[in-house]
């Protein structure tokens, strides 16, 4: 059965920041117990991702796009949220979510109607 309505209906989309360093989360010394790594080592091994979530099942989460600069992330969502808001659900599924979500060198320009 194909569920009809607006896409803001059924999804909304958020923006999820993940670490994905391979090295240790503290730097150990001697005299004190443990402190965090400085920002600009975390910085270069960001990736920022797109998601889609489904309202009603909230555990149901969909990767849309990745990148590296959290910028290009929002700009994204921008764009992506006005389609969310402007199309019906299978147009944005369509669109959207039916490739296999996990294309991590995504771009701005990858949005659908994108120039």
């Known amino acids: 059965m194909r569920i009809i309505g ?9 923006v999820t920041r993940v670490d994905v360093a391979g090295g240790l989360d503290f730097e150990w010394h001697s005299d004190i117990l443990y402190r965090r790594p400085s920002v600009g080592q975390i910085d270069e091994v960001e990736t920022w ?6 309202l009603d099942d909230v555990e ?7 990148f590296t600069e959290r910028d290009d992330a929002d700009a994204f969502v921008r764009r992506a949220t006005d389609d969310l808001a402007e199309m019906t659900k ?26």
């Open 6 to 14: 607006a896409a803001d209906e059924f999804w909304r989309l958020r």
């Open 90 to 115: 299978s147009q944005f599924e369509d669109a959207y979510l039916s490739g296999d979500g996990q294309d991590a060198d995504a771009t701005e320009d990858d949005a659908p109607g994108a120039v």
């Open 60 to 66: 149901t989460v969909v990767r849309v796009a990745g």
């Open 49 to 54: 991702y797109v998601e889609a979530v489904k």
